[in-house]
């Protein structure tokens, strides 16, 4: 089992950048895919990005790509989120996601363990 912390969210001009950071507990975190997804009020969590298990794979959402860099450090059990050029629409609670094993899929059903979320809010 792993828990998850999020930090690093807060408010941010458009254009602006943030990075996020996501902190596991446990000694196995090579072994989890890792994943951010977000949910802005009134519609449903959607993928952001994903990383393998070695770092060495990435996926990112359409909306997302090019501007936004997912990475992940085993030896300090953590993984990121750099977010450059936001935009009002990225305005979302983010969500770090676990799932052990291989990447798969974009779908939240495939994560097992979940951060508390970290605010972000992008103003026009």
């Known amino acids: 089992q792993v828990q998850l912390v999020e930090s690093g969210g807060g408010l941010v001009q458009s254009g602006g950048s943030l990075r996020l950071s996501c902190a596991a507990s446990g000694r196995t975190f090579s072994s989890y895919t890792m994943a951010w997804f977000r949910q802005a009020p009134g519609k449903e969590r959607e993928f952001v990005a994903a990383i393998n298990r070695s770092g060495g794979s990435t996926d990112y959402a359409d909306s997302v790509k090019g501007r936004f860099t997912i990475s992940r450090d085993n030896a300090k059990n953590t993984v990121y989120l750099q977010m450059n050029s936001l935009k009002h629409e990225d305005t979302a609670v983010y969500y770090c996601?676990?799932?052990?094993?291989?990447?798969?899929?974009?779908?939240?059903?495939?994560?097992?363990?979940w951060g508390q979320g970290t605010q972000v809010t992008v103003s026009s």
């Open positions: 996601a676990a799932r052990p094993g291989t990447m798969t899929g974009s779908s939240y059903r495939r994560y097992d363990y």
